[in-house]
């Protein structure tokens, strides 16, 4: 069993940066793909971005390509989500999701990919 926390989020102004963090309880958490989703209100929630087992293949929706960067640190498995020059529009619930994907070479990018969920990460941009 893996439980999924996130961390850092916060209220940021537009073109403020934050850097949420993903981290898993159990072993095996460096061979499981992870992804960012988000959840507006009064919208669906919606994929952010992706990441393989080991780091090596990481995907974004289109509109935060260029400002949002993924990774995952492959001493402490804990992934983050880089967000530079945040819009209000990127004002969500973040989420963490993870699912075994050991030697799978490209990332889930759907939700009902995911096996295990966060409880979110509130983020806000405004000023």
């Known amino acids: 069993q893996v439980q999924v926390v996130e961390s850092g989020g916060g209220l940021v102004q537009p073109g403020g940066s934050l850097r949420l963090s993903c981290a898993a309880s159990?072993?095996?958490?460096?061979?499981?793909?992870v992804g960012w989703f988000r959840q507006a209100p009064g919208k669906e929630r919606e994929f952010v971005a992706a990441t393989t087992w080991n780091g090596a293949n990481i995907v974004y929706v289109d509109s935060v390509k260029g400002r949002f960067t993924m990774s995952k640190d492959s001493s402490s498995d804990i992934v983050y989500l880089q967000m530079n020059s945040l819009k209000p529009e990127d004002t969500a619930v973040y989420y963490c999701?993870?699912?075994?994907?050991?030697?799978?070479?490209?990332?889930?990018?759907?939700?009902?990919?995911?096996?295990?969920w966060g409880q979110g990460t509130q983020v806000t941009v405004s000023s």
């Open positions: 159990g072993r095996g958490f460096s061979r499981y793909g």
């Open positions: 999701a993870a699912k075994w994907a050991y030697l799978r070479s490209s990332p889930f990018r759907k939700e009902d990919d995911y096996e295990y």
